[in-house]
């Protein structure tokens, strides 16, 4: 099937142009297999992978045919997570930018339920929800859904193994049938094909098989910092490499401006490029940057969609993209025309679950990298100003400044230096070593874990789901593989009792299990993933 062009949909110009503002231009396969069907009011069912563009696939056919006067819940869509909920309620607002009559309020667990029934009060027209947070306001009556025209079960294959099978029927049945139904899923398991006979009427089957992602000639790096030293890295890495061009991405318009600013005061040729700027800015910019006056654009993934400038050496991933494809774009932009290219990406400890996810949907090894020490960067200063040095004594007649030197060196109280001492000076001015200080590195999540366990390689987890809550082991694999990416065979000494659980996993995954079950709703719980304390042992 051929792509569509955004431009020559049968859209409204608010929803054309907010589809531009984003950077969009062409349709992803979903969704020029989508758009179309749920335009027609058509039920569907589609086997699409993360980072496919499902929430567009969804949203424009969505938010072109809401009723913008309504003030009842019109559409209701459905995710496993409150992360997705979030990330589908940002793509959702960046459609309806000009479309201000069009309400959407996220509804999810670990956020203050009296702010959610406020934010109701606005009588939104779309709701972005979890099952089971969506079950305590239909319980209180806070939610009415009698008008509901549209739903959407997003990634329903996680919802099952996250155990919403049976919240999920229950707003199913609640909802009216005279409704429009479309459901995602990465898979296509018997019980998704039961809830597709079930409650689907003659729908279109779409079927999305990820491509092959290869990024053969760029090496990719992560390195673990804290916000607060990220610039310092920055620079260092720049320096070491003194790399010609480079883009460096950051999610928001602000984190753009700051960090242009930045590295301008700290001596670079740096520019920034987002979407608030005038077209006739970015164009400037843009040329700045290809010319080569311009060392280091700063940009967010919006504003450099398209880009195509060849001799980009590096990448900065100075915030992780939300969106998976995002930061296949991004690299994306070093490495061309068979050249090689290196990308770097800043982590923190909550971003590690995000880097997991990367490397699952790239297929690609991102390798640890420590930060740059102090001496390592003094000495590439020292190497480049003597480098400088030599270009100079090859081309200049130095005769008038070596003839100051030694009458300088015959003066009194400088009889014992010598034209090394006086060099070593020269040096210490152009490269001075209080300029390099170091950044302490904290050690990596697996050595913290060791550390405070006392154990080579196994940790011990608390969670605070039990019988009580109707999980047994087979649920509890299937939500640490599909929330956590963990193997089952790795999880070992699962302990069930009515209120808790222990289990135990390589400490390697275990920050990757704790930023994947905090937070998330089960059957209207909120789980609560923790270290477990070693048993003290008596003497």
């Known amino acids: 099937m051929e792509k569509i062009l955004f431009e020559n949909l049968e859209i409204s110009s608010e929803l054309k142009r907010a589809i531009a503002d984003m950077g969009f231009e062409e349709a992803t396969p979903v969704q020029s297999q989508s758009i179309g069907p749920i335009m027609e009011a058509r039920d569907m069912v589609a086997q699409a992978p993360t980072g496919t563009g499902k929430t567009c696939a969804f949203g424009i056919p969505l938010v072109e045919g809401i009723d913008m006067t309504s003030r009842n819940v019109c559409a209701l869509i459905l995710c496993p997570t409150r992360e997705l909920v979030v990330q589908t309620t940002n793509e959702l607002m960046k459609l ?37 947070r969506l079950m305590d306001h239909m319980r209180r009556r806070t939610i009415r859904l009698d008008a509901l025209q549209y739903m959407v079960l997003d990634e329903a294959d996680e919802m099952l193994n996250m155990g919403f099978r049976e919240d999920i029927d229950t707003i199913l049945e609640t909802v009216p049938e005279e409704r429009q139904t479309v459901l995602f899923s990465a898979t296509m398991s018997k019980e998704i094909l039961a809830i597709t006979k ?55 318009k602000r984190m753009v401006d700051e ?14 490029l987002h979407g608030d700027m005038k077209q006739s800015q970015r164009d400037r910019v843009m040329q700045s940057f290809k010319n080569g006056k311009t060392e280091i654009l700063v940009a967010t993934d ?7 400038i ?14 998976l494809e995002y930061y296949v774009h991004r690299i994306g932009r070093t490495g061309r025309a068979n050249r090689e290219g290196v990308s770097y990406s800043f982590v923190g400890r909550r971003d590690m679950y995000k880097l997991r996810e990367i490397m699952n949907y790239t297929k690609a090894k991102i390798k640890y990298m420590s930060i740059p020490k102090a001496s390592e960067i003094a000495d590439v200063r020292t190497r480049q100003v003597l480098e400088d040095v ?12 070596t003839r100051s030197i030694q009458d300088f060196l015959t003066e009194e109280g400088c009889e014992e230096y010598t034209i090394l001492d006086v060099a070593g000076a020269f040096l210490s001015r152009e490269v001075p070593a209080e300029s390099f200080k170091e950044i302490d590195e904290k050690p990596k999540f697996t050595d ?13 987890l608390f969670i605070n789901l039990g019988k009580l809550d109707k999980i047994k082991k087979k649920q509890l694999l299937d939500l640490l593989k599909v929330r956590c990416r963990l193997n089952e065979k790795l999880v070992t000494d699962v302990a069930i009792m009515d209120k808790f659980t222990f289990i135990e996993i390589p400490a390697a995954e275990a920050q990757a299990v704790l930023d994947g079950l905090n937070g998330l709703s089960y059957h209207g719980r909120r789980v609560n993933a923790e270290i477990s304390r070693p048993k003290q042992r008596k003497h």
């Open 96 to 132: 309806t930018k000009y479309k201000k009559s069009i309400r959407i309020v996220p509804i999810y667990g670990g956020q203050s339920i009296d702010r959610q029934i406020m934010a109701l009060k606005r009588k939104p027209q779309i709701i972005v929800a979890t099952p089971g």
């Open 198 to 252: 079930k409650y689907l009427s003659d729908p279109v089957k779409v079927q999305i098989t990820k491509s092959e992602i290869t990024v053969p000639s760029i090496s990719q790096y992560y390195l673990e910092v804290s916000r607060e030293n990220k610039i310092d890295v920055l620079a260092r890495l720049i320096d070491m490499s003194n790399f010609k061009l480079s883009m460096i991405f950051c999610n928001t």
């Open 259 to 272: 960090l242009a600013h930045d590295l301008v005061a700290r001596g670079y040729q740096a520019e920034g």
């Open 302 to 308: 919006v504003a450099a969609r398209g880009i195509d």
């Open 310 to 323: 060849e001799n980009v050496e590096a990448v900065f991933n100075f915030d992780l993209p939300d969106d």
């Open 390 to 401: 030599l270009k100079i004594m090859k081309k200049e007649n130095l005769d008038n400044y």
């Open 448 to 460: 913290v874990l060791k550390k405070k366990i006392g154990r080579k390689d196994k940790v011990r």
